[in-house]
Each structure stands twice: as C-alpha cells, then as structure tokens.
C-alpha cells in the first residue's frame, strides 16, 4: 500500500513572513522559482574571532535600520557557511549563508538564506526553490500574501500594510 502524497499548499508572487529565530515579523519576500537557496537582505557584515572559542563569529544588521520589522539591533551567528552563489544577472558572489526558520502557513520550515545587499530590490527577502520543494509549495503569480492571509483568519492577527511600491523587484 502506498502512502498519500501530501497536499501541495499554494503561495502568491509575494509573502509577508515571520522569522520567529530571528525575532522578525511580518517581511516582504518575493518568491522566486528561478532561485535555489533563500536570500536576505542585509549590512554591516563582519566576521570577528570569539576570544574564548578563538572561533570566527559572523556580526549582521538584517534588513533596513528603517524597515518596520527590524529594531536595527546587530545579529550574531556562530554557525554560519561561506559559498558562492550565482546572482539573477548571472554574476557568481562568495556569500555568508546562515540557517533560520520561517513560517509560513503556521508551521516552520528551516531552511538556508544567503546574506546580500537587497537594498536597491523591492523586498527584502526572497523564497528559493529549496524552502518551495521542502514546504511542497507551488506557485500561483496571481496571488499575494496566501500564508499570511491564512494564518491571519486562524489567529486574528491584523495583515500589515503593503510596502511602498516604486522599487524594482
């Protein structure tokens, strides 16, 4: 006897997120088929060496200082990865890529964000096919803010507002 596939659950182009790891909430991602690894906009990065471990620790700010999900405050990561990762535009970068969580439709999922400048992109965050095929999520590009919709119906939550429009994706 075989056993039932699990239902595939739709996401829009666009997600509000959470990063509960990351004390993040509610962030503009795009969702993006054409990427494998997840990716998250972010500066001041530096890596420093723990004195009492002599291991190297990576320091961030994520996100924007002005962006309405951050408090600015600066992250550290002690297990973190270093890899090249081939940009939309095709260029190859050596990337800082951390391990988190996001939430989407209630659940957690963790899963790898690569560390990049996103400042000039319209969203912060942006959903590779690697969080897409472990979440069996599809995409409808007609849609906006599936999950969170959701979860807001199930929880009472308040859907934030949409973010300012004007940038490129």
Do not use: W
């Not at 004195?51 to 600015?72: K, M, S």
């Not at 973190?80 to 659940?107: H, M, P, W």
């Amino acid at each position: 006897m075989t056993s039932p596939k699990k239902r595939k659950r739709t996401l829009g182009r666009r997600e509000l997120i959470d990063l509960p790891a990351l004390a993040l909430r509610g962030v503009e991602a795009k969702v993006d088929t054409g990427a494998y690894t997840s990716a998250i906009h972010c500066q001041d990065v530096h890596l420093a060496t723990d004195l009492l471990t002599g291991q190297p620790v990576l320091h961030v700010r994520l996100l924007d200082p002005a962006h309405p999900a951050t408090d600015g405050r600066q992250l550290t990561f002690r297990e973190f990865d270093q890899r090249d990762i081939r940009s939309s535009n095709g260029e190859v970068q050596a990337r800082y890529v951390i391990r988190t969580v996001v939430r989407l439709f209630g659940k957690n999922f963790e899963t790898e964000f690569s560390l990049a400048d996103r400042s000039d992109l319209r969203y912060p965050v942006l959903l590779g096919r690697a969080l897409l095929r472990q979440g069996r999520f599809v995409v409808d590009v007609a849609r906006r803010d599936v999950s969170y919709k959701a979860e807001c119906r199930a929880t009472g939550r308040r859907h934030p507002a949409t973010p300012e429009e004007g940038k490129p994706v």
